[in-house]
């Protein structure tokens, strides 16, 4: 069996037979930046999502939630960036369905088949005017390689669109899987499993059920989205929306060799996206990988993983290259993880910094040049077990206090 | 029954009659600024403490745990700053046991009615030259007026010393309590009760049982330290020491009056110690009074307080003067605690910010006012029962990333 897929960095959602993309100019951001993005299926496609637990999430995540329940297939995604459309009441619930609406009938499809997301400043009514100009120019502008002009619509504070795909081969012919992805801040994996952490739309031309679907799209979230912790928050608009549409004529089956195969190429993709999503961070100017092991349980291991990549004083930390283990052992020891703290070893890449709980006597100089790097790991042995997990995480910096200072969400 | 107490804002721990203190400079700091402080009580004292949960305790805090349950009495507390005595094993605890002794010896006491902490550097071994010269000096520098010399010797990057005390008459005769403080990063009340935040060491001259002070000591910094949240991080050597002469001849017995008159004049002068540390909190620039009221239970307001303290979003927000209630909803909607969304109600002190859920229409320059103000109030109705809890938290500044990049702990 091979497990071999090719990741297309310049992919996108469009990549994928079937499916057609746009970004366009609604009017609602100040900076008169591309705020809608369209995403369109040609045949209705098979779908799954997975959404924010917050419990004030926005007006188009309740929506999306109902239609995931509801809807058999879904023909078109809807985003609009610059207004979250969340603490919006009652009149926010009626204009992101105004929303689906008006790009069901522009493209003249089922209105239930399309999905709805938006993403900015919360608490403001969608102007429906701009909204309305926004999803026609949308809808003229679709095109079968508007993938990249839809990733570019979705930015907030991103510093750059996240847009890639991924193609593996399957019975001798070529399945495609694209995706794009949104979001510089407000990130934590503190939900539930299926949950997303930010805005990520994948689109296939594979033909798989509902169910596996969601079966997959919530284990691969599991091991990228969930691993990835950026400020420690969580918004009220996260999203992730898979579809379908099997215009390949493969099909994937539960259980199949094939399904593995798509599986991991999925889950390549959606890990691909979320470390982007880290390394454009707000302010970030380290990627951290976070290896805990030899824990006791998994969950051990999970609240390990999570103190340290929380830590304040461990991001500032990595932000001054400072190889400040102080700040690591200080971390685990209240993350709740149970070991002893006399066994615990650390390393940062290859050095060790902490032998048996206590310094392990590498010069700071040695250390400090691992933390200079761009991009370094961060190891935990917990001697107390055989339980293991990784996160990503980066540092905080003056930037990104200046950012979330300035930036009014 | 007379509740009133006098806050003295430049007493000390000093201030209570028997009690002698200094500061002297062992050589630990760079800075070579005083890192030696030195509490001695003239006649044996009643004490409690409140330590760290970090599972990397630091040697010294090893050792008070030990001796809170060992010892009937104490009589001094020696505290150095400039490195942390944590993470260093045996010898860790031997230097710690070292500290105690040179200490008892110096002043002609029992070895084991020594307390010990360490605050500073985590995984280096103190130097037991510098720290044998520097209790010497702080041994001949012992003075009835040293207690504001001892708070600035236990400083690391605190700006400024935190040093109060508050008399009360009791039955026509004056009790003082005196405090004093330490701490302004690494600072979160994640603990259970009875913990402490940070370096704290308070004096009475009243007389009152082990029993009784442990009590008191528990409930006060539950009013108090345990309210406080500067980062989110706690330390490995957080340590709180409470010592009760007697020499002042006034009787505090459970259950009387006079101990819920002295519990509210010792749990003032914790608020004001505390309030003074999030004031001095690395890079602060705002005090912000997190209030949530008719939660369904105080579960669910610590819950809501505690994500609106800890929300690197809101922090940030706040610094930047932004009324940007979006991030107090998003921390709220994923705090865990149950409530309706569309019942919400905010202020930002009388001003309505959030009114069922929705934005309640103030312009923002109004509300932007209420946050120009180096102190203002969150006050979350969640109209969801009728518990409380309450929170003091703050902002987090540019400041507060440098200090943290460039501090190297």
Chains 1, 2 share one sequence.
């Not at 057609?20 to 299926?41: E, Q, R, T, W, Y």
């Not at 499809?109 to 399309?114: D, F, K, L």
């Not at 390393?347 to 910094?353: A, E, M």
Request: aromatic share 6%; hydrophobic share 45%; glycine share 8%.
């Amino acid at each position: 069996m091979d497990l071999a897929y090719k990741i297309i960095n310049d992919g996108s959602v469009t990549l994928p037979a079937g499916f057609l993309a746009s970004g366009a100019i609604a009017g609602l951001k100040v900076s008169n930046a591309p705020d809608m993005a369209l995403i369109f299926s040609e045949t209705p496609a098979n779908f799954s999502g997975a959404f924010t637990t917050c419990s004030f999430a926005a007006a188009p995540v309740k929506l999306c939630q109902q239609r995931v329940i509801e809807q058999p297939t879904l023909q078109a995604v809807i985003v609009n960036s610059g207004n979250a459309n969340a603490c919006t009441g009652a009149g926010g619930m009626k204009n992101a369905e105004a929303m689906a609406d008006l790009t069901a009938a522009a493209l003249k499809i089922e209105p239930g088949a399309v999905m709805v997301s938006s993403t900015g400043r919360i608490g403001v009514q969608l102007p429906m005017d701009k909204i309305t100009s926004g999803i026609n120019a949308a809808v003229a502008a679709l095109d079968e390689t508007g993938g990249k002009c839809a990733a570019e619509a979705i930015m907030t504070t991103d510093t750059c669109p996240k847009s890639m795909a991924v193609a593996i081969e399957i019975d001798g012919q070529q399945v495609t899987i694209g995706g794009m992805a949104k979001g510089a801040g407000m990130i934590d994996p503190k939900m539930t499993v299926p949950h997303a952490t930010m805005l990520c739309y994948i689109t296939t031309d594979a033909a798989i059920d509902n169910k596996l679907l969601g079966k997959m799209v919530a284990d691969a979230t599991e091991e990228s989205f969930n691993r990835i912790n950026i400020d420690g928050d969580m918004s009220t608009n996260d999203s992730l929306i898979m579809m379908a549409n099997g215009v390949s004529g493969v099909e994937i089956t539960a259980g199949s060799d094939n399904a593995e195969v798509f599986y991991n190429a999925l889950k390549a993709l959606m890990q691909q996206l979320a470390r982007a999503m880290v390394m454009d961070g707000e302010g970030v100017t380290k990627f951290v990988n976070i290896e805990i092991s030899n824990a006791a349980t998994e969950a051990d291991a999970k609240l390990a993983a999570n103190a340290l990549a929380n830590s304040l004083l461990c991001k500032t930390a990595w932000f001054g290259c400072d190889p400040n283990w102080g700040r690591l052992v200080a971390a685990l020891g209240y993350s709740g993880a149970e070991f002893d703290p006399g066994a615990v070893v650390i390393h940062y890449d290859d050095q060790p910094v902490v032998m048996n709980g206590q310094d392990a006597g590498v010069p700071e100089a040695e250390l400090a040049k691992v933390l200079q790097q761009r991009e370094f790991s961060v190891k935990v042995n917990l001697n107390a077990g055989n339980a293991g997990y990784w996160m990503w995480s980066n540092d905080i910096s003056y930037e990104y206090v200046k950012i979330n200072a300035e930036y009014h969400t």
